[in-house]
Structures are given as structure tokens and as C-alpha cells.
């Protein structure tokens, strides 16, 4: 049972209608509201149900009829104070809770409550909350408080926290009297005395946080400091360690209806339990932090995994509060399910405190909140397991697939010893070779050729020929020219080139072709990977060679398959990282030395250069990295404005890339059209799955054709579905058959 943080939401009017409290109801997501008078008395409940109810049985009543005539008049309540003196049952999931005159005061709910502090809503599948401890790390001085609140923001802090002491109340003796004290005590009332902020600027710098858009919480040491906080608003309460036991606050923060975190070190298993208790029977909503209350404390005593018994002491969240030296720690924590972090912030550790010892600096807190937030990704889920797509590429590079072993004839039933296991992987894998034993042979076989299902199995017809009014084809290699043209009828082919295919023997075709496009590659010899985004140096100087080689290759294309326009090149223009993304003043300087360095390639006649567009976590052969070049599309839209050339836009990369910066597909691709020559068409999820299947990702397909049948008449496109030219191109043919219903 909790008691509601923003019970006003489930609260409506006596003088408004039906519609008015369903429509509330959807808001609020609990389909149940307390009905009060203009005073604030309560006259009445109402669920769903109720409404649901009525409009069935009495048919005069309609949505516009005051909510009063549905109302349950009849219903249970709670007495302010004696919230924990009632039973819920499997009827009754709510009560409103009445002072004495009733008056609604909040309300009580069987249903868990989502815990929210601020706008930021914190628990499973949510996002770490991390909290940069001030205190009085300021040590009084306002100025720095200020740098520090800014400081926090720009390193990821969700939330900046402060303490706030009325050192009257809290010591019974006078700040002239104290130093009689044991030398500890001593000291820490002289280090209070001296960094207390009034409470004018504390709120002021509330206000602060507020416009920097982070969380402002504060930890009041006393009745009085909390009776201040109170009246300002704070979105929530942090109970230090020290109070744990201290059951009057408790129960006082308890009654201001808003979430606490409460940290528990210091304390035995049964002051834990007490305080839960506490907490459960004041029905407030609560997190609970793991905490060693030594300055640093050392790694031995840290036990992290009493973060798994705290879990059960009661039904919340459990977080971990850090005093060790570095930031390590947290991460861990977060690893084993700590859903909110708390570390001491300081700009200098020399300063004068205990606190700054254990602090981070904002370099440091900045990398912690990195490193949280990757950790978060990587914790996955316990759910069946999918192969990633950086597996799926090692897998076909590295496993292994059946292959005949020798020549063999159609009709023949096949055995065991007609198969050898070879690499790559990317045909049948051998765990299935009982599947194929026994089965007859549809069509001969050459040895060393690679087992496919078409062999053992009727493949079901799959349209090959189509009749786009646009220009739209296949990404080929080499090898597949010859056999795709025999089935199918593109306008345009784009070949992929490998740097082992660079100077090879190009296969005759007899066909058609509207155009031809060449995909330069992006590995080359000796593991380089094209970088042309790069100022000076050896890498540089071998990239532009790469390149230039390249470019040559697709004039030869070109001339030999009697291409009848400019051969466009895609090519991905480099700018990868390894670990982190760029700075934007980086990415701004990587974009001039790109635009310089195509400046003399841009006047080889015969050719257009298209730059890719990619996603924030490109695969280079199995590894993912950092895009940090033509991933945005407003870079894309630059970068054209700038220089004129046109882009190879890729969907699938251009949705991840939205998704990741938050920004709006659809509005994305209209913008990138005018800059296009070229598409790339798959669909994508998530930040790092690419190359879908059409339908089998997250891009909306139905609405996108309204755009995609505005492209320009000289657009030529391809389906590019990862690993499409498998089975004869069975997956890239089903894609161009979905794509029917979207493409000119």
C-alpha cells in the first residue's frame, strides 16, 4: 500500500462531467478518481467501472452529465494520522484519506506507484538516476555553489543535492561553548559553523537548478530545515545515514506526501527494518541506498552485495551512495541493480572538509555517468538470446558451413560422408546436417560448392521482375552479375567492391542497364580503413591513394559494361572512433579537411562522388564504433549546401541516426531528398540494428511512401537488406516485393 506523491491527479471536481473524469482517468493511468466539493470535502469515488456501469444500464445518461450521477456516495476512507489502519482487499485498491472534517488530504492505493522525482520517473527498464552530492562542499561560498550546480549539469547529473541544518536545534550548546566537545564532534561543528549557507541562498540555488533543467534535492537535518523545505517545493527528500534511526523525521517527511531516499549507512539490519516499517506505515513512497559511512571507506568494507538483502527489507528501489575514492565502485553497483547513484561532487579535493576527499571532480563524474550509461546498455535482459548483428558478421566470417565433398548427382539420397564442414559460415550451419541425411538431391552439385536448402527442399516461387516506373536495382558483386540478370530486370546495378577485387577480370553482361553505380570499399590492404576526413599524415596519404585507385576502378567498370552516364561512387568518408564520439569542434574540423581533400577528386570527369549517410554505431567487419561524420541529417543538408554534392542516403542508417538524436524520420528524409541521388532501403531498429527486412524493424513504412514517391526522376535506388543476396537473393527479392506498395 503507498500513498500517492501527486494524489491531485486522481482527484476531480463534484461540478465537472462524466467525459471530464474519463478523460482524466487516461491521464492518470489508474482508472480510478476521488470526488471532492469546491471546499476540498470529499463526496465521492469513481472507477471505470462505475461509468461503464451506468452508461449500460441507465440509458438517459450521457458523457455530459455531471460526474456526480455516477459516483460511488458510499465509499471507504482513512482518518489522517491512522493511514496503516485499514486492509486492502481484492475489491478496494483505493481510499481517500480524510482529515477530520473530511477534508481530502491524499490517497491510498493498493497499486504500485510509479516512483517519480521531478520529471524523471526512476525504477526497472529506467534509466540510472545519478545524484552529485554538494552538501556544503560549497564550503559558504555562494559563487562557487553556482559553479558547482553548473559544473554537475554539463557531466550528466540528473539531480545536484544539498544539506541544510538548523545548527540551533540540532546542538544544544552554543557556537561559543562547543569546542567542550570530544575532538571529533569538535571539528565537524567548526567545519558546519563556518560553510553554513543562509537559507535565502540554498533556495536561490534551487532556483538554479531548476534552470539548468537538473533536479535540486536537499537532506534536511532537522524538523526546522525540513518545515523550510517544505514550503519551497522541493520534488522530493534525502534522508542522510545519521537519521536512519530517527523515526519523528521519518515520519514528518513522510507526511509531505513526497518521495524520500533514504541511505542506510551506519546502521544495523533491524534499524533498516524499523525505518522501512516506518516508511511502509506512513504509505510513503521510498528508495533505499546502500552506504558505508566511512571517509573514504575502504574497498573491503564497501559490500556491494548487501545491495541483494536490502532488496528484500521492502518493496523498492534500491540504490548505492559512495564515500571510496574513485568511481569505479558506482559502476559496479549498477551492475548489480542499483537504479540510483550518489557521489560527492567537489571542483578542488585540496579544499578544506571531509567531504572532498571522497569527492569526484567533474572530469571524473563526466566519465562515471559515461561508463554508468554504457554499463546500462549492457546489461541486456534475462530473455531468450538473440545473436547481435556484430555476431551475425563474425558468425558468417568465422563459423562454418556444410559443403558437398564431392561432385554429386540429382536423384541421389544423401548421406553423412557427402559433406565436409568448411568456413565461412554463412550458408547451412553443420548442427543441421541431420535435416539433410536422408533427403534427396534436387539438382547436381560441384564439390567444395556450399549446401543450400533450394537443393533438398522446393522453394516456394518468389516474383523476380518488376515494373518500377523509377530507377531501382540490385548491390551486387562480381560473381552474382551474370546469374541475377538471367532472372530479374533492374535499371541499375551497384557493384561492391572489395580491395581483392581492385584490377580484377569484370564479367561481360548483355543488358540494359540505365546506370551504374560502384561501392567503394572500405577496408583496404594491411587493415585500413578509409579516413578522408583526416588533415595531414601517412594514413591520410594511403587513404587518398586507396581512393583514387578506387575511382579509377569504376571509370574501368564503367567503360567495360558501356555504362551510358556519369558511374556514381559511394563511398563512406570515414571519421570513426574508437571509444567516444567526437567533439563538435572536432566533427566541425573533420567535415573542412573532407571538403578539401575531394576537391581534387571531384574534377575527375566521368564520375560522381556520394558520400554515405551512417549511423551513430556503424559494424566495420564485426566491431562496432563511433560515426561521427554524416550521421546527422542537418550535417547532411550542410555539407550539400556547402559544397554541391549529392548524397547516397541510406534509411535504414539515416532512422538509427534519428532515433538516437531524437529527432522526427520522416521530417528527417523530406529534408535529405533534394540532396539525394541515391538510396539505400531497409529498415532498422533501435540505435545499432540495420539492414532489416522491410516490416520487420520500426520505420513506418505506410507513411514514408508519401514521401519516397516524391524523389527526383534521376534517383536510383536498392533494396539493402543485410545478407539479402543469400539464396539467390531471396531476401532482397522479398524486400522489392514489399517495397511495391511504397516506391514509384
Known amino acids: 500500500m503507498r500513498k500517492l506523491s501527486d494524489w491531485n491527479k486522481h482527484n476531480i471536481k463534484s461540478s465537472l462531467s462524466i467525459y471530464d473524469a474519463l478523460e482524466r482517468m487516461n491521464n492518470n493511468g489508474l482508472n480510478f478518481l476521488v470526488i471532492s466539493d469546491e471546499l476540498g470535502k470529499c463526496v465521492g469515488v469513481i472507477t471505470d467501472g462505475d461509468i461503464r456501469r451506468s452508461l449500460i444500464k441507465k440509458n438517459k445518461i450521457t458523457l455530459s452529465d455531471n460526474v456526480m450521477t455516477v459516483s460511488n456516495h458510499n465509499f471507504e476512507s482513512l482518518v489522517l494520522g491512522n493511514e496503516y489502519k485499514f486492509n486492502f482487499d481484492n475489491k478496494i485498491k483505493f481510499v481517500p484519506i480524510l482529515d477530520s472534517t473530511g477534508h481530502l488530504k491524499s490517497i491510498a492505493s493498493l497499486e504500485p506507484e510509479k516512483f517519480i522525482i521531478g520529471d524523471v520517473e526512476i525504477g526497472k527498464d529506467k534509466p540510472v538516476f545519478i545524484i552529485a552530492e554538494i552538501g556544503n562542499n560549497h564550503n559558504g561560498n555562494y559563487e562557487l555553489a553556482m559553479q558547482m550546480i553548473e559544473k554537475a549539469a554539463y557531466a550528466g547529473a540528473d539531480c545536484v543535492k544539498f544539506q541544510m541544518r538548523d545548527l540551533s536545534s540540532l546542538y544544544t550548546i552554543s557556537e561559543k561553548t562547543y569546542?567542550?566537545?570530544?575532538?571529533?564532534?569538535?571539528?565537524?561543528?567548526?567545519?558546519?559553523?563556518?560553510?553554513?549557507?543562509?537559507?535565502?541562498?540554498?533556495?536561490?540555488?534551487?532556483?538554479?537548478?531548476?534552470?539548468?533543467?537538473?533536479?535540486?534535492?536537499?537532506t534536511p537535518w532537522d524538523l526546522k530545515s525540513l518545515e523550510i523545505l517544505s514550503e519551497y517545493g522541493l520534488s522530493g527528500y534525502k534522508i542522510a545515514s545519521a537519521d536512519l534511526t530517527n523515526i519523528p523525521l521519518l515520519e514528518s517527511v513522510a507526511r509531505t506526501n513526497k518521495p524520500v531516499i533514504i541511505s542506510t549507512g551506519m546502521s544495523l539490519d533491524n534499524e533498516i527494518k524499523q525505518a522501512v516499517e516506518t516508511m511502509d506505515r506512513m504509505l510513503c513512497q521510498y528508495a533505499l541506498l546502500h552506504c558505508n559511512s566511512t571517509y573514504p571507506a575502504p574497498y573491503s568494507d564497501i559490500n556491494l552485495s548487501y545491495m541483494e538483502r536490502l532488496k528484500g527489507f521492502g518493496q523498492t528501489i534500491v540504490g548505492y551512495s559512495g564515500h571510496e575514492r574513485g568511481y569505479h565502485i558506482p559502476i559496479a553497483a549498477v551492475a548489480l541493480g542499483a537504479k540510483i547513484i550518489e557521489k560527492h561532487f567537489t571542483l578542488d579535493r585540496q579544499m578544506e572538509g571531509v567531504d572532498h576527499k571522497v569527492s569526484l571532480l567533474p572530469n571524473e563524474f563526466e566519465l562515471m555517468v559515461k561508463q554508468i550509461r554504457t554499463t546500462e546498455q549492457a546489461m541486456g535482459s534475462r530473455e531468450v538470446r538473440n545473436i547481435s548483428q556484430g555476431e551475425m558478421i563474425n558468425r558468417e566470417n568465422l563459423s562454418k558451413s556444410l559443403f558437398y565433398k564431392e561432385n554429386v548427382k540429382a536423384g541421389v539420397i544423401l548421406k553423412k560422408t557427402d559433406f565436409i564442414i568448411k568456413s565461412p559460415g554463412n550458408g547451412i550451419q553443420p548442427s543441421y546436417i541431420n535435416k539433410v541425411i536422408g533427403k534427396e538431391l534436387l539438382v547436381d552439385v560441384k564439390s567444395y560448392e556450399k549446401l543450400e536448402w533450394k537443393h533438398v527442399d522446393k522453394l516456394t516461387h518468389i516474383k523476380t521482375r518488376f515494373e518500377y516506373k523509377s530507377n531501382w536495382g540490385f548491390p551486387v558483386r562480381y560473381h552474382d552479375i551474370v546469374n541475377l540478370l538471367k532472372v530479374s530486370n533492374p535499371k541499375i546495378l551497384e557493384i561492391h567492391l572489395s580491395y581483392l577485387d581492385l584490377g580484377k577480370k569484370i564479367p561481360s553482361i548483355n543488358h540494359d542497364l540505365k546506370e551504374m553505380l560502384v561501392h567503394a570499399p572500405e577496408l583496404f590492404a594491411n587493415d585500413h580503413i578509409l579516413d578522408l576526413s583526416l588533415e595531414k599524415g601517412d594514413y591520410l596519404k594511403k587513404s587518398l591513394k586507396n581512393f583514387e585507385h578506387t575511382i579509377q576502378e569504376a571509370i574501368r567498370i564503367s567503360r567495360a559494361l558501356n555504362n551510358k552516364k556519369i558511374i556514381k561512387v559511394i563511398f563512406n568518408a570515414g571519421g570513426a572512433s574508437d571509444s567516444e564520439f567526437m567533439t563538435d569542434a572536432e566533427r566541425?574540423?573533420?567535415?573542412?579537411?573532407?571538403?578539401?581533400?575531394?576537391?581534387?577528386?571531384?574534377?575527375i570527369e566521368g564520375v560522381e562522388l556520394l558520400p554515405q549517410s551512417m549511423p551513430p554505431y556503424p559494424w566495420h567487419f564485426g566491431g562496432q564504433?563511433?560515426?561521427n561524420l554524416f550521421v546527422d541529417p542537418n550535417d547532411i543538408i550542410e555539407f550539400h549546401e556547402m559544397t554541391g554534392i549529392r548524397f547516397c542516403v541510406d534509411l535504414s542508417h539515416t532512422k538509427l541516426a534519428c532515433t538516437y538524436l531524437g529527432r522526427d524520420f520522416d521530417s528527417a528524409l523530406r529534408k535529405l531528398l533534394p540532396a539525394t541521388a541515391h538510396l539505400h532501403i531497409a529498415d532498422a531498429s533501435g540505435e545499432n540494428s540495420e539492414g532489416l527486412q522491410i516490416d520487420e524493424g520500426e520505420i513506418n513504412w505506410d507513411s514514408l511512401k508519401y514521401i519516397l514517391r516524391g524523389i527526383k526522376s534521376d534517383t536510383t535506388w536498392i533494396p539493402e537488406i543485410w545478407q539479402g543476396h543469400i539464396d539467390n537473393n531471396q531476401e532482397a527479392f522479398k524486400a522489392l516485393q514489399k517495397l511495391e506498395r511504397v516506391m514509384p
Not at 541562498?201 to 531548476?210: A, P, Q, T
Not at 574540423?589 to 575531394?598: F, Q
Open 588 to 603: 566541425k574540423r573533420r567535415y573542412i579537411n573532407l571538403i578539401n581533400n575531394l576537391h581534387y577528386f571531384q574534377k
Open 625 to 627: 564504433r563511433f560515426h
Open 179 to 218: 569546542k567542550a566537545f570530544d575532538l571529533g564532534t569538535e571539528y565537524i561543528l567548526d567545519l558546519l559553523y563556518k560553510f553554513q549557507l543562509p537559507v535565502d541562498k540554498i533556495l536561490k540555488l534551487f532556483d538554479y537548478c531548476n534552470e539548468l533543467s537538473v533536479i535540486p534535492l536537499c
